[in-house]
């Protein structure tokens, strides 16, 4: 964060031996801002506040942050740093481990985005801010009154019911960090953690804050406070000190307010009072002149707009890559003579403007300002030594919950912006903004050009109809070992039905002339389950002992990649049965690494068939579809990933992006490795997958509203490896933690879209050996390893070079009688070639028999 430290620092050079913002307030009143009694707390305090006066019953001051972008317009950059930096210091606080595991609560509306950046600097927590915005179908997770505000009524209501606690059972273990902009009486923070725990204990809090400025008798009563819960209660603050005030401040301040109302009123039948007493006056011929055009940002599909109902890490990073080009429109559309831009948000909207405002100051030379629009009602007075100089008043274009009212906006008017970027939400899109005496209205007579982008308003999918969501009666649970699979219960819940009782398996030439005969489907039967042999088993040990690290390193990586972009608790869901060991070791390095639990299930998917849509209309009955991630072993060329990503376009809110192991075709963007090893997981069947088979379609077995079927294949209990694959990878999670978190790093900034070499290699394998046909090309050793061992070969592409993770395909390709040829040039470590013409084995993409040309 050096750039926003260099911005903030010529902000600072800016404002030096100028009249202190607090100061005009301070000689009237009698109020004294007191440093922490360090060298400079007092100067550090004025740099960060400034004083103003507002009609409130109940507190008459107002403390003006320079550097929180609500009522003072201050760089983005400096903005969005003094939040980062707040994050970066409870992530040192808390350490890696409870960092990970913290959730990150902002108060509305001054604070949404403050409490934004902060999760940001953690960079592992989800978001949440409360607001005063009711969401029809959102269920209200919990709610608390702020003792001080204009508008005091705070509703949380995360998309994720579960994000801060299920009811009655909190999170022990996982922070709650809280951020508002300054911590005055404490009251309003120790009201929120107080109402929450009774609801979600947990046995910590993180207090986070710009300033905390609590008076001596407040100061005791965080540590009596935590002793009342039995909970663990820290503060994080910029700066400390306190604020002083005189006997007799609310009444004195009450009738200052009232007095320069009166003679605003007085002067010029209130137009100065809306405007600042006349700091803020039109532009002669502006507002005629003025041009207000619509910029389309490319907001990003499912990307929310704020943490109102939740932010994960996951958007995080989808915002990050689309800012660039979002501030690029808008600095296309900006005139060419703009100097000086401000980007303005909209009350709780605050993060999304700021974010495009930070982008845009890498896109423009002008200077861009950023602040954002409130409902809270403040004093103008213009005076250098007086925070707010200026006010714009507008009606409520949101259409408010508690009714239409007045909106207004500080040090606009008269501050000489020559272009001003409107940021709001398409909730807030309405005729009012539009309006003559709208904000847009306004604005325009005080700059030369209005540009107005439109935020898409995030519809929670709890709150938008979903058909699929209802669960059909007749879905059972997950079956689970030790009942079916050797896995343990927690490991993985297999949403198929059991068909171990059934007489499915037929030798594999049997198999293949039934398909080809009868056009029978390749998934309506088993082949016989390959039994190794002592010789081949000894080979499999030996290739996990060598590859053991080099797995765990790979495990680590696409699942620290997925709790990064895509959610910080994730559902796995294994593509059955190759991806279901990846999906198990993921879900171990989860709870070894951060002591997460997360779910994990495997499903049916079929190649001509699509994937099971009972599975998944049972995960979208239990679980929001947006947190779901795919899993699989490895990619070959490509194929499973295509067919994954056409069968969900008839599902809303999964996510077709698979995650996997090793991807050495190209074909996805998360992923642990690019490389083409040997995985000993591939080397056998059901062995080393819990002793379940493939997974069974058959018309006469799957009804309607049943899952896909398999067997459990109990009786192959004395070669079952499955536990011992898990145990022996998961013993290297530490010895390459270290090298994880480097290459996540370097992964999470690097270019991963996927570029489908191994789909280009297979295409031109085919032609050359005269397939003419890609799904007859096994390509990567896992792929060739199945073709060896559950189908009727006709040879074996070797890499020339290969060594170790090809000596099970020799061996297997011996036993088989089958070709190795050794070719140069080969993107894989080996391809497995299955003849088109009547050769047993030989299917094609609909997963039928391939004709003879």
């Known amino acids: 964060m050096s750039a926003s430290r260099t911005s903030e620092r010529a902000a600072r050079k800016e404002t030096a031996n100028v009249v202190w913002s607090g100061s005009w307030v301070a000689e009237r009143l009698g109020v004294e801002l007191v440093g922490n009694g360090t060298p400079g707390g007092d100067g550090e305090l004025r740099e960060l506040l400034g004083l103003a006066l507002r009609r409130n019953p109940k507190r008459a001051h107002l403390l003006v942050s320079n550097v929180l972008g609500k009522h003072v317009p201050q760089r983005p950059s400096v903005v969005y740093g003094a939040g980062f930096e707040l994050g970066l210091r409870v992530r040192e606080h808390l350490g890696e481990k409870l960092a990970r595991r913290s959730v990150v609560l902002g108060y509305a509306e001054t604070a949404t985005g403050l409490g934004h950046a902060v999760a940001d600097g953690l960079g592992v927590a989800p978001y949440l801010h409360s607001t005063r915005r009711p969401v029809e179908g959102v269920v209200r997770a919990g709610g608390f009154e702020e003792s001080h505000s204009h508008a005091t009524s705070h509703l949380l209501l995360p998309e994720d019911p579960t994000l801060l606690g299920t009811g009655g059972e909190g999170r022990a273990g996982e922070p709650l960090v809280l951020v508002d902009d300054e911590f005055s009486t404490g009251n309003t923070?120790?009201?929120?953690?107080?109402?929450?725990?009774?609801?979600?204990?947990?046995?910590?809090?993180?207090?986070?804050?710009?300033?905390?400025?609590?008076?001596?008798?407040?100061?005791?009563?965080?540590?009596?406070?935590?002793a009342e819960i039995g909970a663990r209660v820290d503060l994080v603050a910029r700066g400390t000190g306190t604020v002083r005030l005189p006997d007799g401040v609310l009444e004195k301040g009450q009738a200052?307010?009232?007095a320069h109302e009166r003679a605003a009123e007085a002067s010029d039948g209130?137009?100065?009072?809306?405007?600042?007493?006349?700091?803020?006056?039109?532009?002669?011929?502006?507002?005629a002149g003025t041009r207000c055009t619509r910029v389309e940002l490319g907001w990003p599909a499912g990307v929310p707009d704020g943490g109102r109902h939740g932010f994960t890490p996951g958007h995080r990073a989808r915002l990050e890559s689309a800012l660039p080009a979002m501030a690029a429109r808008i600095a296309d559309a900006l005139d060419g003579d703009a100097r000086r831009v401000l980007v303005?948000?909209?009350?709780?909207?605050?993060y999304a403007p700021l974010r495009l405002g930070t982008a845009l100051e890498d896109h423009t030379d002008a200077e861009v300002r950023y602040s954002t629009t409130t409902r809270s009602p403040v004093l103008a007075v213009d005076d250098p030594g007086y925070a707010i100089r200026s006010r714009l008043v507008f009606p409520a274009h949101d259409n408010p919950a508690d009714g239409p009212g007045e909106r207004f906006a500080y040090n606009v008017a008269g501050a000489g912006f020559d272009a001003v970027v409107v940021v709001v939400d398409s909730t807030a899109d309405t005729t009012e903004l539009h309006a003559p005496g709208g904000l847009l209205a306004e604005l325009a007579a005080h700059t030369a050009q209005v540009l107005l982008a439109v935020v898409p308003s995030y519809v929670p999918y709890a709150s938008s109809p979903a058909p699929e969501r209802q669960e059909p009666r007749m879905l059972p649970e997950p079956l689970r070992g030790p009942v079916f699979s050797s896995y343990e219960p927690d490991d993985v819940g297999w949403l198929l039905q059991d068909l171990s009782d059934t007489e499915l398996e037929a030798p594999t030439e049997e198999r293949e002339e039934a398909i080809q005969s009868g056009g029978a489907h390749y998934a309506e039967s088993l082949p016989v389950e390959y039994q190794p042999s002592a010789e081949y088993q000894d080979l499999f040990k030996a290739a996990l002992d060598l590859s053991a690290a080099r797995i765990a390193r790979a495990v680590g990586t696409v699942t620290e990649t997925v709790l990064a972009e895509r959610s910080p608790r994730p559902v796995l869901v294994s593509l059955a049965r190759a991806g279901t060991p990846v999906g198990v070791l993921m879900r171990?390095?989860?709870?070894?690494?951060?002591?997460?639990?997360l779910p994990h299930y495997a499903v049916s998917i079929v190649r001509g068939r699509g994937i099971d849509a009972n599975a998944l209309r049972w995960l979208a009955a239990h679980h929001n579809p947006a947190d779901v991630v795919f899993v699989d072993g490895w990619t070959g060329k490509g194929a499973i990933t295509r067919e994954l990503s056409a069968a969900l376009a008839e599902f809303e809110g999964f996510d077709p992006e698979i995650a996997v192991l090793a991807d050495p075709g190209g074909c996805v963007r998360t992923y642990g490795t690019r490389e083409d090893f040997l995985i000993p997981s591939a080397c056998l069947n059901s062995t080393v997958s819990g002793l379940i088979s493939r997974t069974v379609l058959r018309a006469d077995l799957v009804?309607?509203?049943?899952?896909?079927?398999?067997?459990?294949?109990?009786?192959?209990?004395?070669?079952?490896?499955?536990g011992h694959f898990l145990d022996t990878v998961a013993e290297h999670f530490d010895e390459v933690a270290d090298a994880v978190d480097a290459e996540v790093k370097e992964l999470l900034a690097a270019d991963r879209a996927p570029t489908w070499d191994g789909w280009a290699a297979v295409e031109r394998i085919s032609e050359e050996y005269g397939i003419h046909d890609v799904n007859l090309v096994k390509p990567g050793v896992g792929e060739t390893t199945r073709v060896l061992l559950r189908r009727v070969p006709w040879k074996i592409l070797a890499k020339r070079g290969a060594g170790a993770d090809l000596e099970h395909i020799r061996l297997l390709a011996e036993q088989r009688g089958v070709p190795v040829e050794e070719v140069d040039e080969l993107p894989y470590t080996c391809v497995g070639l299955i003849h088109p013409k009547y050769t047993r084995g030989a299917t094609g993409a609909d997963g039928k028999a391939v004709a003879s040309q």
Not at 270 to 287: H, I, M, N, T, Y
Not at 703 to 719: C, I, R, S, T, V
């Open 256 to 258: 200052l307010v009232a």
């Open 588 to 597: 171990r390095w989860a709870q070894h690494r951060h002591g997460l639990d």
């Open 270 to 287: 209130g137009a100065a009072a809306a405007a600042g007493a006349g700091a803020g006056s039109p532009v002669p011929g502006r507002e």
């Open 344 to 350: 303005l948000g909209f009350e709780e909207l605050m």
């Open 703 to 722: 009804g309607p509203h049943d899952f896909h079927g398999a067997k459990f294949y109990q009786e192959l209990a004395d070669a079952d490896v499955s």
């Open 189 to 226: 923070v120790l009201n929120t953690i107080r109402a929450l725990h009774e609801l979600y204990p947990r046995d910590r809090y993180v207090i986070v804050a710009l300033v905390d400025m609590r008076s001596p008798a407040d100061r005791g009563r965080l540590t009596e406070f935590a």
